[in-house]
């Protein structure tokens, strides 16, 4: 029953991700998956009272549906706060939160992938770094390095911090030279401060690197015999490399940095800049056309809207801030760094990796996804216009004047541009439903 029922979240990459968590890094490919969530699902799978005859994968499954669930909902109240923190209008903040709760990456926050727990702990981390809370921010954002690889990049929002930070010391004091060495004390207690930050970041990731050079490049520790036969004669027909099984030891142990997560995403997925630009694959480029038209047109909005904000990388202290008159919303000062966050990872997935995954990596990554459509929506949608103002104590805060509630139920009002949206929304939603679920025989 539950293989029915939950057997359409264990597909594609969830397999890799349950493989792992029933019997760790046993294949060399696996490691293209970093192991916070099969740990999470491992953990969970053992603390639960489950009746005695569920199989092993049908725990890991049913454990999978229960702590994305709750890591979906973590990662849209962390995207709430985040965004009443940025953007300063609480209704937009709440209305892309809505939007997060219809993501088109929906179906892959609900399998057994590490997005929910990617967004969940990426989210929660931005959050605490805008509230001035730099060690909490700077634990989650290493936990999320453990969940996925791209966690890594989320250390330029504290190298972006803390220069934010001491360029604005430097424009709000003429610094005469009697004060050079206090300031350069300043320099380097900050710079200090976030390299070691970076480092706290980085470090999950290098110690998986670690644990798989000790796995796989060692001597052979006879794990072969704990192997179930049909599993060593998959791997043999498959030409897997199994961890303790003798033979030559991969090529990637003997670089002079041995990274297996490199040498995985190169040597079986194909994973590298314009590999995928092939004619086979333009269904798979317009699949991920889209939100590539989204995230570019966010982006052209924003620094449109905010040229020399933008050339002087929001280092620069404007006037209308000083008079605390900023711009609020999608286009305030304060969404600079999202959106150069957002970008280079479209720009790295759209050239670098499988296009088609492009979706669910923006998605769980980068709350652009769903500010700017939130900041459309607001804009040119007059069935929004009277939903209330932006105190947050208002009733158009609660679920009595849902805003997507109120567009769906007066669809035919709405404007081209938020059918548009909602329908990019909706549709990406039901077609991973429809690729997952097991109901549908044909997929």
Not at 113 to 132: H, T, V
Not at 175 to 185: C, D, I, Q
Request: positive net charge; charged residues 15%; proline residues 6%.
């Amino acid at each position: 029953l539950l293989e029915r029922l939950l057997g359409g979240l264990g597909r594609w990459d969830a397999e890799h991700f349950l493989f792992i968590a029933e019997r760790g890094y046993l294949l060399e490919h696996n490691c293209a998956f970093l192991p916070l969530f099969p740990l999470s699902l491992r953990a969970l799978g053992s603390l639960l009272p489950w009746p005695g005859q569920l199989q092993p994968r049908s725990r890991l499954l049913l454990s999978a549906a229960l702590l994305n669930a709750l890591l979906s909902a973590l990662a849209a109240a962390a995207l709430l706060g985040l965004g009443r923190a940025v953007l300063r209008q609480p209704r937009q903040a709440f209305l892309a939160a809505l939007l997060f709760s219809l993501s088109p990456a929906g179906v892959f926050l609900a399998a057994a992938y590490s997005e929910s727990m990617f967004a969940a702990l990426a989210f929660s981390a931005m959050w605490q770094l805008e509230r001035g809370h730099g060690g909490r921010s700077g634990m989650l954002f290493a936990l999320a390095s453990g969940a996925r690889a791209n966690g890594m990049v989320n250390a330029g929002f504290f190298l972006y911090a803390h220069s934010k930070r001491l360029a604005l010391q430097l424009q709000a004091r003429s610094a005469p030279r009697r004060k050079l060495l206090l300031l350069w004390k300043q320099v380097l207690s900050l710079a200090s401060s976030a390299a070691l930050m970076c480092a706290g970041i980085f470090l999950p990731f290098a110690l998986f690197q670690y644990y798989a050079y000790v796995r796989f490049c060692g001597p052979g520790t006879g794990l072969g015999e704990a192997i179930p036969e049909p599993l060593m004669q998959l791997a043999r027909d498959k030409g897997y490399r199994v961890a303790g099984v003798g033979g030559d030891k991969p090529p990637w142990c003997s670089q002079r940095f041995p990274l297996v997560y490199s040498y995985v995403q190169d040597t079986y997925w194909n994973v590298g800049f314009l590999r995928y630009f092939e004619l086979r694959q333009i269904p798979n480029f317009l699949l991920a056309l889209p939100v590539t038209l989204l995230g570019s047109w966010a982006a052209w909005t924003y620094v449109s809207t905010n040229p020399r904000h933008c050339l002087t990388l929001g280092l620069e202290r404007s006037k209308s801030e000083e008079r605390g008159k900023a711009r609020d919303g999608f286009c305030g000062p304060a969404v600079f760094v999202y959106v150069v966050h957002a970008t280079a990872l479209l720009v790295f997935g759209f050239f670098c990796m499988h296009v088609q995954v492009l979706t669910r990596f923006l998605g769980c990554s980068s709350p652009i996804l769903y500010w700017f459509p939130a900041h459309l929506l607001q804009e040119h949608e007059p069935l929004l216009w009277s939903t209330g103002t932006d105190n947050p104590t208002s009733r158009g805060n609660g679920s009595s004047d849902n805003p997507i509630v109120r567009l769906l139920l007066n669809w035919r009002s709405m404007t081209p541009l938020s059918k548009g949206i909602l329908g990019f929304f909706l549709g990406y939603w039901l077609l991973g439903l429809i690729l997952h679920c097991n109901f549908f025989p044909w997929t």
